[in-house]
């Protein structure tokens, strides 16, 4: 190995700022959020100092290693199978009882450890005290004092990292188990030493105890040793049970034991946190302060945009007008006014919407309060059979499924997993918005906030819905009990969320300039063929292809014109929108894109109303399909989910287009 | 003012629970108002005229009656947490302080999109929008809960974590 290069891993707790520290370190931008299970997969990052070459790996927080959870083993076998020079817990000094037992498991995995000690401002401010000496003296690691919001510490935590890097493998300290749990530890230590072809990387203790401790990833992990029987008859001959539940005691004992040495804390008082939350997880105020903050969400979203959305309309408008009358030839010029103006114009003018959405997404993350939504609905979702973390993947869905359905690998239980990720679809995500934004704008005038609301709401209820029916037939059982830590409430911080709003908002405009501009070209292309028909005519090749499936799409109320933009947007929902530019755009009118479609269309508020419903839920956009196959390992689940998503859209749409011809609308 | 002080000594909650009950008051009458304004436009059209609803200008909009009324009972679930002598109940005042201003920012950046079409851009649908136009419940009520925060500011400070218990009078 060289001497320069230098790669350390972070791990710890949820929530206790690894990422922010990655960040700090590297100058990334990863994800920071102010909940447990923000990070899902590893990142890596480097830095360079003081000569050294310096790899960064962010880990998903896990609060131990035992294994329940895919973070917990994803963290783990990075950190025995790719042994970085030194794993690095980060520890909430704030709340540093809970972070020891995660330290207690390291300590068995034979790296080099050094403790970071973050959040040290809250801890101060609060009135603990924190013995450093005694701590390094007491766990037999190197501690360091950082804030990684401020970045302060990090120079003293790379100083740090390039000295463990020189000195030799020190042994840390150990807990011994008790003389029974001991002796049968030696016992397959011994059994297992045995088998040549073993792989070294994993420390022989620790394999012992993983097994003691009924893991089966280890299990299976040794499955192919030659002396695995030998090891299974001593591991049957236990009670594992009461094995487990006795090093688990062990760990805590240790940790009793050393905890007051090092800390001493200020007197438990009720906290800031605590109070605030009496009021937001209240009984009965809990949910109604929820909606009532998502509503104000959504009509700021809504109507804060309009006028920037309305400058972008006009200048786009304009725009196109000047380029249709002076490019030549005329082909020519429909392809770039109608075509490209026409369509990824209609994408770019919800921008603004895009960037306040966002922004408002990441006050809720890094507030704290996104885990009180969890923690509210937990009661409602169980019933419902679903899990109370579940409820984080569905809001992080509002801005995008992808990420959402990631996040879903933070629930342990695989059940509460797959059902999570199979309904997260149906949550209204960023690039649905548009949709909405521009037949409720208009359509429904000043009530478009609420309709708006109201979709968000149909897409969570139809989420919820499949969730139950999914429990009743195809992933049976009953979902886990709902346990979360609840982070304190800050406030957060201006500069995160406007990066965050930045990155997101970017990503929307990169896609019209990529994905949708191809989109939008090959609509222009089947709407100007073959040639010599009148541009997006009913006898161009979209006239056909939309003729086609309108009779399916009829009894909903929608148009062949309205069933070409739904089967082009099965790419990227945003492209429905898009191809409405595209196809009202013909023609000389200089009106914006709202006041054509209620010229030309023929469609009314119901109308819309169906297709607002039917874009939310007809299908997951092929990125989310393709998550959903990695998540859950099958296509199997990715091909049900777009059936599914198909029938419930068609359905749905079918009561809402029906019902209201019936009631007269 | 000893942020460690004793933890059986009661603070006086005398005065956050009149604030609290003169503000839940408000908010829910002006939440039927605006609900009556609303559902009379639904169901009698839009010649319903709500008798008081000029001078207090009161919105015909069922949906924000309702933040109207939630937030003058989370107000009022305090004051009835604290007569009976839990400290604790003036974390209702808190939370309703911040829900009030809350939405009176929200309600003020809708306003101030609605200025920018009706100045900025002429637009049309906004040709007779005045800075009244957008004057609701939701904004004036919000003046009190804006003197409780400024008075009892070192609760609602961002950086700290720390607990404490503050000096309410
Ligand atoms: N006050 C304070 N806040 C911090 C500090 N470090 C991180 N935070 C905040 O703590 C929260 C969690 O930070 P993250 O970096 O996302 O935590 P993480 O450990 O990566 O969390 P997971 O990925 O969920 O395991 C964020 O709101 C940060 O802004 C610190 O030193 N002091
Ligand atoms: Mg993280």
């Known amino acids: 190995m060289e001497a320069g290069k230098i790669k350390i891993a972070l791990t710890g707790n949820p929530n206790v700022g690894k990422t922010t520290l990655f960040n700090a370190l590297t100058g990334s931008r990863q994800h920071v959020g102010n909940w447990p299970g923000v990070t899902v997969e590893k990142k890596s990052g480097s830095v360079s100092y003081k000569e050294y070459d310096i790899e960064v790996i962010d880990l998903p927080g896990t609060y131990s290693l035992t294994a329940y959870s895919m973070d917990e083993i994803v ?38 450890i050094l403790i970071v ?40 935590l790379l100083d740090k990292v390039i000295e463990q890097k020189e000195v030799q493998q020190h042994h840390g300290h150990e807990i011994g188990y008790g003389t029974e749990i001991e002796d049968r530890i030696l016992e397959i230590e011994k059994v297992l030493a045995e088998d040549e072809t073993r792989d070294t990387r994993y420390p022989l203790r620790w394999i012992s105890i993983r097994l003691l401790e009924g893991d089966s ?5 040794i499955s192919k040793s030659p002396v695995y029987d030998r090891v299974i008859q001593i591991i049957d001959s236990i009670d594992q049970e009461e094995y487990e539940a006795e090093i688990a005691d062990k760990r805590y004992l240790a940790i009793n034991t050393v905890f007051p040495q090092m800390c001493t804390r200020a007197n438990g008082k009720l906290t800031k946190s605590d109070m605030i939350d009496r009021v937001l997880t209240n009984k009965y105020l809990g949910i109604p302060i929820f909606l009532a903050l998502m509503w104000g969400a959504f009509e700021l979203t809504f109507a ?51 960037f306040i959405l966002f922004f408002l997404l990441s006050l809720l993350e890094g507030s704290g309060y996104l885990a009180r939504a969890a923690f509210i609905m937990d009661k409602l979702m169980y019933k419902i059979g679903m899990h109370g973390k579940s409820f984080i993947p569905m809001l992080m869905g509002f801005g995008c499924n992808v990420p959402a359905i990631m996040a879903a690998r933070s629930i342990e239980d695989e059940k509460d997993r797959l059902i999570t990720i199979l309904v997260v679809p149906f949550v209204s995500c960023g690039a649905r918005l548009p949709i909405y934004v521009l037949f409720a704008g208009t359509f429904f005038g000043r009530q478009a906030g609420t309709v708006i609301f109201g979709m968000y709401v149909l897409g969570i209820i139809i989420a919820i819905i499949s969730a139950k029916l999914l429990r009743a037939t195809v992933v049976k059982g009953k979902p886990a009990p709902f346990i979360m830590e609840l982070p304190p409430y800050r406030v957060p911080t201006l500069k995160t969320s406007l990066i965050h709003m930045w990155d997101n908002g970017f ?26 028909v009148q541009y997006g005519s009913e006898d161009s090749y979209v006239g056909s292809l939309g003729h086609a499936v309108a009779p399916l799409l009829k009894p909903l109320g929608f148009d062949w014109k309205i069933s070409v933009a739904l089967i082009f947007g099965l790419v990227a929902k945003e492209i429905v929108v898009a191809s409405m530019g595209v196809l009202y755009g013909a023609g000389e009118s200089s009106d914006v894109l709202s006041d054509r479609l209620i010229a030309d269309s023929g469609m009314t508020a119901l109308t819309s109303l169906s297709l607002m419903a039917f874009s939310l839920l007809y299908m997951p956009c092929v990125a989310t399909v393709g998550v959903i196959r990695k998540e859950t390992g099958s296509w199997k689940w990715a091909v049900f989910a777009i059936f599914y998503g198909i029938i419930v859209a068609w359905i749905t749409a079918f009561v809402i287009y029906q019902g209201g011809v019936l009631l007269g609308y | 003012m000893d942020i460690s002080g004793t933890v059986d000594e009661k603070p006086d909650t005398r005065l956050p629970m009149i604030f609290s009950l003169i503000c839940g008051f408000l908010y829910v009458i002006l939440g039927l108002l605006q609900m009556v304004a609303g559902a009379g436009r639904i169901l009698i059209g839009t010649d319903f005229v709500m008798p008081l609803s000029g001078i207090l200008f009161v919105p015909a909009d069922v949906i924000g009656s309702f933040v109207l009324l939630l937030i003058g009972t989370v107000f009022l679930y305090g004051v009835m947490e604290m007569r009976s002598g839990t400290y604790e109940g003036i974390s209702y005042a808190y939370v309703g302080i911040l829900l009030a201003l809350i939405f009176a920012v929200i309600y003020l950046l809708v306003s101030t999109g609605n200025m920018l079409e009706a100045y900025l851009l002429g637009n049309e649908e906004f040709a007779d929008w005045t800075l009244l136009s957008d004057m609701k419940p939701g904004i004036y009520l919000a003046i009190l809960p804006l003197f409780a925060y400024i008075k009892w500011k070192d609760f609602f400070e961002p950086t700290t974590e720390a607990s404490f218990r503050m000096d309410l009078k």
């Open chain 1, 117 to 156: 000690l973050n959040m040290c401002d809250i801890a101060e401010e609060r009135g603990d005290r924190i013995y450093i000496d005694k701590m390094q003296e007491l766990l037999a690691t190197p501690v360091i004092r950082t804030v990684a919001s401020q970045k302060e510490g990090i120079c003293d």
């Open chain 1, 507 to 532: 990503m929307y405009i990169k896609k019209a300039g990529t994905i949708i501009l191809v989109g939008v070209v090959v609509i222009w292309v089947l709407a100007s063929f073959p040639w010599g």
């Open chain 1, 75 to 112: 963290a783990r076998d990075f950190i025995i199978e790719e042994k970085p020079d030194i794993v690095i817990q980060v520890v909430d000094a704030s709340n540093l009882e809970r972070n020891l037992y995660l330290t207690t498991q390291l300590m068995e995995l034979g790296s080099k």
């Open chain 1, 217 to 221: 990833n280890v299990r299976e992990k």
């Open chain 1, 304 to 354: 804060f945009a309009t006028p920037f959305m309305d400058m972008i309309d006009l200048s786009a408008t304009w725009f196109a007008e000047y380029v249709s009358s002076s490019l030549q030839p005329a082909w020519l010029a429909s392809l770039v006014g109608d075509g490209i103006i026409g369509g990824v114009g209609a994408v770019l003018v919800f921008v603004p919407n895009i």
